[in-house]
């Protein structure tokens, strides 16, 4: 199976900070990465598909980019209902993987 | 609007079998594919198994040899057996409607405990 290694796993950042997440692959994943917001208490809503394609309806403040292993998600201007944990998954091999998640935080 | 629902027993004793139902509507289980996702509290998602659009199915081999995913799409359903639970199945149990191999919408999720 493909290892999905996310960092950092914990975040703390300042309202309209800009945020950066990063995601690693063990072996090259061809841009089939999808990444994940999950709020407390609540199902994981997706945000990007293709590494970086935004999902209907998910503000343009998310951003994604990266090739080959290493992957990154990036919010612009941090708002305080982006409190929540991000995973990272890869499905360009079976079967699909995900990250252990990275856990933002206000400071 | 799509919108999918799990539903099942909280509480399965350690060796039984999980059955768990989600009830999908916004959308035909003919045109789009269904998985089923859990995670343990605090941790990452993992994939259990997908039922595909046009029937078939796939499942994640570390538990392939335990789950069957089945479906009545004349009520909408989507099915997941697991045999012999153990207390490391224990999380939040999700079914998800596939977009192309991400996981575009995802149901409230319904939590089961495997305690005795």
């Known amino acids: 199976d493909i290892q999905m290694t996310q960092s950092p796993a914990s975040l703390s950042a300042s309202l309209g900070e800009t945020v950066t997440i990063e995601c690693r692959a063990s072996?090259?994943?061809?841009?089939?990465l999808a990444w994940y917001q999950q709020k407390p208490g609540k199902s994981p809503q997706l945000l990007i598909y293709?590494?970086?394609s935004l999902h209907t309806g998910v503000p343009s403040r998310f951003s994604g980019s990266g090739s080959g292993t290493q992957y990154s998600l990036k919010i612009n201007s941090l708002q305080s209902e982006d409190v929540a944990s991000y995973f990272c998954q890869q499905y360009y091999d079976y079967p699909p993987t995900f990250g252990a998640g990275t856990k933002l935080e206000l400071k | 609007q799509v919108q999918l629902k799990e539903s099942g027993p909280g509480l399965v004793q350690p060796s039984e079998t999980l059955s768990l139902t989600c009830t999908v509507s916004g959308f035909s289980l003919t045109s789009y594919s269904v998985s089923w996702v859990r995670q343990p509290s605090g941790k990452g998602p993992e994939w259990m198994g997908r039922m595909w659009y046009d029937g078939d199915t796939a499942y994640n081999s570390a538990l392939k040899s335990r789950l069957s995913i089945s479906r009545d799409t004349s009520k909408n359903q989507v099915f997941l057996k697991m045999n012999s639970l153990q207390t490391d199945d224990t999380g939040t149990y999700y079914c998800?409607?596939?977009?192309?191999?991400?996981?575009?919408?995802w149901g409230q999720g319904t939590l089961v405990t495997v305690s005795s």
């Open positions: 072996e090259d994943i061809y841009n089939g």
């Open positions: 293709n590494a970086n």
């Open positions: 998800t409607r596939d977009e192309d191999l991400w996981f575009a919408y």
